[in-house]
Every structure is written in structure tokens, then in C-alpha cells.
């Protein structure tokens, strides 16, 4: 009776996997199609105003709705999507690229280097995120670059803590001692073992830092420190949203915040069956 009980919650916990992958999958597809096309097939300017359109609730015409000076919220939206995907995604290369060489160094080096560049870390890891980010963008006129390079400098911390900790893993395993014993030098055990060992934990951080990203970038537009005011970008959809949302008008912020969760849980979602996939511990307990 017991291994029936525990065959059928082994199956259901397969089938519920299995359908949030798949969810994950066609979310992420469907935000890939609607970055790429609906642009160009719309053939609309998303920065054309009309007066006489504004605040127009959903419809066949303005599928989101209009936003306070009539200009069409799907189209604003997707435009906005893709700048905060460009800075997700470039963010979190430059970020994980800079965490993972910085935590190699740090196991592979060990002694004085790994405790000075560990209490770096933790000495940067103590300042808020959004605060140092708005340090950096100040320094520099709004617009895209900016916002790129904040995000990209404050989100490799938690990269190098985990690369750190693989790499002194790896450092003991039977592989390890025999390159050594072959006279590989640090340098080479660790370009040609360490690092590719912990590229895919890496990867993974990387995934999952592009939602983070896509947040941070929407934080910093909504305070005024990140795209300017004209340009589409989710947080300033949603800045600019705030009057229409306390007349009454749910749209012009409904829209703009989904743009964003949407994309954090289908990529979520895509990162734990990747992580499932790393762990086997993990994929086992699923299928018991």
C-alpha cells in the first residue's frame, strides 16, 4: 500500500514538473515572438500620439488599451520588454563573466588572495543593490549604457560566491590531484579543469540573474534614473501610469507589470529544470 502511495505521488510530482517545464517553454516562446514580431507586423510608430484616443480601455483596436496621451499600450509594452531583455541578457553575460573569473581565482588561488577578494565581496554584497546601482547611473547621462553597466557591476557578487565554492569542491576530487601530480601548473588546472567544471553552475546563475536584471533596469526608469522619460522602458510605462491608475484606470499598470512577471516566472521556471537537471539528488527525489 505504501509503494503505491508513494508511485502515485512520485507520478503526479513528474506530471506537475513536467507541465510547468512546458508552461515555462511556451511562455518564454510566445515573449520571444512578440519581441521580434510584433514590431515589424504592426507597422505602427509606438511614439505616435493621439488625443483623441487617450486612456481607451481594452479593445479589438488597442488590444492593451491607450495610455494618457493615446499612444497604444501592446506596442509600448513590447518596446519596453525588449529593452529590459537587451539588458537582462547582455547584464547577466557581463556579470557572470566577471563573477566567474573573480570566484575561480579566489578557490583556485586560496590563502590571502581568497580571503581578500571574499571579504571584497562581502564588503560590496553589504551595500543594497538599487543604491550602488544608482550611484553609478548618476555618474552618467540616462539611457541605455548606463543602466547596462549599473546592473551588470552589482549583480556578479552572488556568481563568485558560488563559483568560489564549486571550484573548492573541485579542488579535491581524484581528477584534480592527478593533473597536478602530471605537472599541470595552477594556472592550466584551472583553466582546463576548474573553470569548464563550473560553467554550468555558472549558466545557471546567469538564467537566473536576467529577470533580476530586467527588475533592477525597471526600478532605476521608475525612479528617473534610467531610459528617459520618452523612451519605452517597463518602468516607465509604469511610472507614467500612476495618475491614470488612481483615476481609476487599471490598464496603462496592469499591462506593464505582467510584462514583467510573466517573463521572471517563465524564466524561473526554465531555470529550476535546469537545476533539477545539475542536481541528480534532486531529479531522483522527483521521480520516487
Same mark, same amino acid.
Request: proline residues 6%.
Given at each position: 500500500?505504501?509503494?503505491?502511495?508513494?508511485?502515485?505521488?512520485?507520478?503526479?510530482?513528474?506530471?506537475?514538473?513536467?507541465?510547468?517545464?512546458?508552461?515555462?517553454?511556451?511562455?518564454?516562446?510566445?515573449? +520571444?515572438? +512578440?519581441?521580434? @514580431?510584433?514590431?515589424?507586423?504592426? $507597422?505602427?510608430?509606438?511614439? %505616435?500620439?493621439?488625443?483623441?484616443?487617450?486612456? $481607451?480601455?481594452? #479593445?479589438? %483596436?488597442?488590444?492593451?488599451?491607450?495610455?494618457?496621451?493615446?499612444?497604444?499600450?501592446?506596442?509600448?509594452?513590447?518596446?519596453?520588454?525588449?529593452? #529590459?531583455? @537587451?539588458?537582462?541578457?547582455?547584464? %547577466?553575460?557581463?556579470?557572470?563573466?566577471?563573477?566567474?573569473?573573480?570566484?575561480?581565482?579566489?578557490?583556485?588561488?586560496?590563502?590571502?588572495?581568497?580571503?581578500?577578494?571574499?571579504?571584497?565581496?562581502?564588503?560590496?554584497?553589504?551595500?543594497?543593490?538599487?543604491?550602488?546601482?544608482?550611484?553609478?547611473?548618476?555618474?552618467?547621462?540616462?539611457?541605455?549604457?548606463?543602466? &547596462?553597466?549599473?546592473?551588470?557591476?552589482?549583480?556578479?557578487?552572488?556568481? +563568485?560566491?558560488?563559483?568560489?565554492?564549486?571550484?573548492?569542491?573541485?579542488?579535491?576530487?581524484?581528477?584534480?590531484?592527478?593533473?597536478?601530480?602530471?605537472?599541470?601548473?595552477?594556472?592550466?588546472?584551472?583553466?582546463?579543469?576548474?573553470?569548464?567544471?563550473?560553467?554550468?553552475?555558472?549558466?545557471?546563475?546567469?538564467?537566473?540573474?536576467?529577470?533580476?536584471?530586467?527588475?533592477?533596469?525597471? +526600478?532605476?526608469? =521608475?525612479?528617473?534614473?534610467?531610459?528617459?522619460?520618452? $523612451?519605452?522602458?517597463?518602468?516607465?510605462?509604469?511610472?507614467?501610469?500612476?495618475?491614470?491608475?488612481? %483615476?481609476?484606470?487599471?490598464?496603462?499598470? &496592469? =499591462?506593464?507589470?505582467?510584462?514583467?512577471?510573466?517573463?521572471?516566472?517563465?524564466?524561473?521556471?526554465?531555470?529550476?529544470?535546469?537545476?533539477?537537471?545539475?542536481?541528480?539528488?534532486?531529479?531522483?527525489?522527483?521521480?520516487?
Amino acid at each position: 500500500m505504501a509503494d503505491l502511495v508513494w508511485k502515485s505521488r512520485g507520478r503526479a510530482g513528474r506530471s506537475t514538473h513536467a507541465l510547468r517545464v512546458r508552461t515555462s517553454a511556451v511562455l518564454v516562446a510566445l515573449i +520571444a515572438l +512578440a519581441v521580434l @514580431l510584433v514590431p515589424p507586423l504592426a $507597422q505602427l510608430d509606438q511614439q %505616435a500620439v493621439d488625443l483623441s484616443t487617450k486612456l $481607451q480601455p481594452p #479593445s479589438w %483596436a488597442h488590444p492593451f488599451g491607450t495610455d494618457d496621451v493615446g499612444r497604444d499600450l501592446l506596442l509600448r509594452c513590447v518596446y519596453g520588454l525588449r529593452v #529590459s531583455l @537587451l539588458v537582462g541578457l547582455v547584464a %547577466a553575460l557581463v556579470a557572470t563573466v566577471i563573477g566567474t573569473a573573480v570566484g575561480a581565482a579566489a578557490g583556485a588561488l586560496g590563502g590571502w588572495t581568497d580571503r581578500l577578494v571574499m571579504r571584497s565581496v562581502d564588503t560590496l554584497s553589504s551595500i543594497p543593490h538599487l543604491l550602488l546601482g544608482v550611484f553609478i547611473v548618476a555618474v552618467f547621462r540616462p539611457g541605455v549604457w548606463p543602466v &547596462l553597466v549599473s546592473v551588470a557591476l552589482t549583480h556578479w557578487l552572488s556568481t +563568485a560566491r558560488i563559483v568560489r565554492a564549486e571550484v573548492l569542491s573541485l579542488r579535491s576530487r581524484p581528477f584534480v590531484d592527478a593533473a597536478i601530480s602530471g605537472g599541470a601548473s595552477r594556472l592550466r588546472v584551472t583553466v582546463r579543469h576548474l573553470v569548464p567544471s563550473v560553467l554550468p553552475q555558472a549558466g545557471l546563475a546567469a538564467v537566473l540573474m536576467i529577470p533580476h536584471a530586467m527588475w533592477h533596469e525597471s +526600478a532605476l526608469s =521608475f525612479l528617473g534614473l534610467g531610459l528617459p522619460a520618452h $523612451q519605452a522602458s517597463l518602468g516607465n510605462l509604469v511610472q507614467s501610469a500612476r495618475g491614470s491608475l488612481l %483615476a481609476g484606470d487599471w490598464w496603462p499598470t &496592469l =499591462f506593464p507589470g505582467l510584462f514583467l512577471v510573466v517573463p521572471t516566472l517563465a524564466v524561473a521556471g526554465l531555470a529550476g529544470a535546469w537545476r533539477d537537471r545539475l542536481n541528480p539528488r534532486r531529479r531522483s527525489e522527483l521521480t520516487l
